[in-house]
């Protein structure tokens, strides 16, 4: 093929799209939503609110709000049992493959005989601007949002042996999350006997407020790995809900939404801050990466990081503190004065802090990057809805290769070969 070159590894240097939902700048280490600074989200908005904003395109009024958050949690309500999504997980499966098949399965849960021409229909139908299509959308939406939560909470009580609970309405997206949770203080201890009644959980104020911040800090990221999958899985028209397991599939790993884990399992692997400078000469030779530092489009500092450490310390003055806090502030000072990170640009992204807030909160370590998929369900859902609106239509994403292997050769037989 003539002229043409790969895209710089990763897609270094590729747009995909064009796209109006969210802003950075990785020079100046600058977020926004919809325009919208993400400290002055973070600080003053709540994450359904943000959520309405990403989808939608403008902060919603106090109906519009009420109405969308009333929605979501309605269609979040599950009336099946969490066995017919789960049962056959093993009881230590990780709740990122239950999550990644359960998104899956919701288009065949609707009843859809073949759910991905559901993508299909709706497309075509909205691009004619059927309102009814376009109400739809809508729903499936607001599916998948309240649905993220419920699913969540299901694989995380199934392999406890206790049954899920509805929550009651009157509760905020993310307390309702908390309390389908039914687990919130590191005190808590589990009930081994299915929980028939919902207990009299009520999220602590102070942790709900944190983790509704995080999920503001989650909800989109513009062309991320997990929201091109998105992108690319549903431009050949699927259900939104092949889409987003097809998101949740790529969130799983470590480069991703899964170093939120992998930060815990190396601070705990590093196990003191007298460590710190063995485990940085360690990555340094490369035999070891440093989970939380480094990213594809900030090479200043990720807004989100410096939020996310103030939140820290208010988790942490009702938790108390973590005690893998003073590792990974050996860490992070360490680093940041390090020639090796300085020079290859490497702060703390938005996965360095937030698995010490989640297990200071008592979540279980491989839950983390569950807690990551919650959110961002926002955000591939907003691009999805993006994609399907957009006025020159939708087009497969099918990009090219160069070819470099073997040029024509003729077969040759099983018994003449050496
Ligand atoms: C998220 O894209 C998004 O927006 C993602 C995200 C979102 O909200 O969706 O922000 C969420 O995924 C944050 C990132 C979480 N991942 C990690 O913390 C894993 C550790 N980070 C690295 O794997 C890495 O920094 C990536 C994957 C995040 C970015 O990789 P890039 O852009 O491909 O960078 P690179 O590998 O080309 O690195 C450039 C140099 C290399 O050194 P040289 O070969 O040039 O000598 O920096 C080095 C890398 O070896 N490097 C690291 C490092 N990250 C980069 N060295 C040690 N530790 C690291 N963490």
Redesign the pocket.
Known sequence: ERGLRVADR?F?NTAVIESSITYIDGEKGVLRYRGYPIEQLAEKSTFIECAYLLIYGALPTRSQLVHFEREVLLHGIMHADAKEFFGAFRYDAHPMAMLTSAFAYLGSYYGEANPSLQGQTLYTKCAKGDSEAFQNMDKQIFRLIGKATTLAAMAYRVRQGREFVVPPTGMSYTESFLYQLDHLSPTDSFSASPSTSPSPYKPHPVLARALDILFIL?AD??M????TTVLQTGSSLPDPYSAVAAGCASLYG????G?NE??IRMLVAIGSPENVPAYLAA?KR?EK?????????YKTS?PRSFIIRKIADEVFAVTGPDPLLDTAMALHDAALKDEY?VS?K?GP????WSGLIYRAMGFPMDFFPVLFVVP?VVGWVAHWRQMMLSPEGVKIWRPKQIYIGPSERPYVAVDERE
């Open positions: 990763g270094l989650h990221h513009e991320n790995a997990s929201s470590p480069l991703h939404g170093a992998a930060v990555v490369r990466v440093l989970s939380g530092f480094g990213h594809r489009v990720d990170f290859r490497l992204n938005v996965d360095f961002r």
